[in-house]
């Protein structure tokens, strides 16, 4: 095979061709049918690209952690434990890794039991782990909408059939949720898990209002259903005050100083240290512990002994007043994304028409920002990164039927400094704004649900409401102009 014809040349990012693939597709397996590339794995490329500015990726500024106590905590973990960080580790974690885990999660108020605790290869693989643990294909899980982009094409790849339920400013509505469950109990069905980010959440920036947390709850004991609460973000918090994580509420439920029944709780050291450590966890009941450590072992045995070692070295350190390091750091993390986030706010105020809207997170990465409905952020961003340099996550990313969403896009603030926030806002309002003044042109401003409904769809999925991932746009000027044109 001529690999050079579909290479980049360097041996990365190579995309196989249609007769490249005519020449295996037999041998693949009908799940390979339903797995997309993650719109966020295209996303992480252009983060690597000088001349765009990504407003894309979930990146935390990992440019603030200091070199110099990078370096002194790698040479600790070299005199003191060279040979444990070089060899394997036990699949479900590393004592002393799980000890920072029990502190994190008590720093967010919820206790939990040291046996219950699976380290994992960041938070990614538990949403994996689980879905490998739960779900056969044609399985519902329930979701936001808009749900965290990365699990869609996870989700996919098990064959699961998604249902989403709209957010609004007080995240999931559960009186919604309960009349899917009631819809799908008539058809025999019970979801596997509901699956929330109820924590300023990825993408949509809202967080999950107290009483519809306790009211999930009880839902969830209600009807027996398994809960995968999904927390990367919970003590990244600007503003208001911290509300209890639903696995400590189902612990409250159960009684008797246990954890919970029902609440499979996902944490990761990647937003508040780093995601290049590569290390997250679950908490979860006994049994389903099992299934997930199970799944592990075949994933991939251990976590890296050496970044678990690095990260329990750094929750050892202090500072000068004696206090935890990872808290002062935490704190300044804190600083510097609240700052940026108002920052991508006020830009938006000044950048973007008056048909726009976003929200207002308290914490987190993430502004959902939706725009004039005859506007399509899939082929805005194609525009916005070949003309002005500049990238977001296309809305449809958080909608497993790959169609909804599609006039909204998702923007980062934390991982890159101010100035290029405004600027990217800036170019983004600029392409937004030629494509509207384009549309008035070419038809005299037709109404607009007019405009909307002449915008033709995209192809449904090929499966029957199987995950989906957005197809991002070909890069080629020839086919925006002639999306243009299409109009
Ligand atoms: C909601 C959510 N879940 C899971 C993850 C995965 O995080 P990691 O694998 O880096 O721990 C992310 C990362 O952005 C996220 O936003």
């Known amino acids: 095979m001529d690999r ?58 990992t440019s603030t952690f200091p070199p110099e106590l990078f370096a002194k905590l790698m ?71 808009p749900t965290y982009p990365g699990a869609v094409p996870t989700f996919g790849a098990y064959q699961a059939q998604v249902e989403q339920i709209e957010t609004d400013a007080d995240g999931m509505p559960i009186d919604e949720l309960e009349r899917v469950l009631d819809r799908l109990a008539a058809q025999g069905r019970r979801p596997k898990f509901i699956y929330t980010v109820p924590n300023f959440q990825n993408p949509g920036g809202v967080t999950m209002s107290l009483p519809r947390r306790r009211r999930l709850v009880e839902v969830a004991h209600e009807r027996e259903l398994l809960v995968l609460e999904d927390n990367p973000y919970g003590l990244l918090r600007y503003e208001g005050d911290p509300l209890p994580t639903l696995y400590s509420l189902d612990a409250e439920t159960v009684g008797q100083g246990g954890g919970a029944d029902l609440v499979i709780y996902l944490g990761t050291f990647s937003k508040i240290l780093a995601p290049g450590v590569r290390l997250g966890w679950a908490v979860a009941p006994r049994p389903v512990l099992e299934k997930l450590n199970l799944g592990k072992q075949g994933a991939d045995l251990c976590s890296s002994p050496v970044t678990q070692l690095f990260v329990a070295a750094f929750f050892a350190e202090r500072d000068s007043a004696g206090e935890p390091r990872w808290r002062a750091y935490l704190e300044q993390l804190k600083a510097l994304y609240s700052r940026r986030r108002d920052v991508m706010i006020e830009a938006l105020a000044e950048h973007f028409g ?24 899939t082929d805005l961003l194609a525009l916005a990164r070949e003309s002005e340099g500049v990238a977001f996550v296309p809305g449809r990313a958080a909608y497993v039927d790959g169609r909804s969403g599609s006039s909204s896009m998702r923007l980062n603030f934390a991982g890159v400094p101010d100035a290029d926030i405004r600027e990217g806002v800036r170019r983004i309002g600029k392409v937004a704004g030629e494509q509207l003044s384009l549309f008035g042109t070419l038809s005299g401003s037709p109404p607009r649900a007019r405009a909307a409904a002449a915008r033709p769809q995209p192809p449904a999925p090929a499966e029957h409401g199987l995950a989906d991932v957005v197809a991002l746009p070909r890069r080629d000027a020839d086919g925006a102009a002639r999306r243009r044109r299409d109009r």
């Open 354 to 377: 008056e048909d726009a809207r976003w929200t207002h997170p308290h914490g987190g990465l993430f502004i959902w920002a939706t725009l004039d409905e005859r506007l399509d952020t």
């Open 4 to 61: 050079s014809k579909s290479g980049t040349g360097d041996g990365r990012g190579t995309r196989a061709t249609a007769h490249e693939l005519a020449r295996y597709e037999a041998l693949f397996a009908a799940r390979t049918r339903s797995m997309k590339s993650s719109a966020m794995r295209e996303m992480m490329a252009l983060t690597e690209r000088d001349d765009v500015i990504s407003l894309a990726g979930g990146l935390p500024d």
């Open 75 to 145: 040479s600790h973990v070299a005199a003191d434990s060279t040979a444990r960080a070089l060899q394997y580790g036990p699949t479900e974690g590393m004592a002393v890794t799980v000890d920072c885990i029990v502190e994190v999660m008590a720093a967010e108020g919820t206790l939990v039991d040291r046996s219950e605790v699976i380290v994992t290869t960041g938070g990614q693989q538990v949403i994996d782990l689980v879905c490998k643990a739960l779900i056969d294909p044609g399985d519902v899980i329930v979701a936001e909408a």
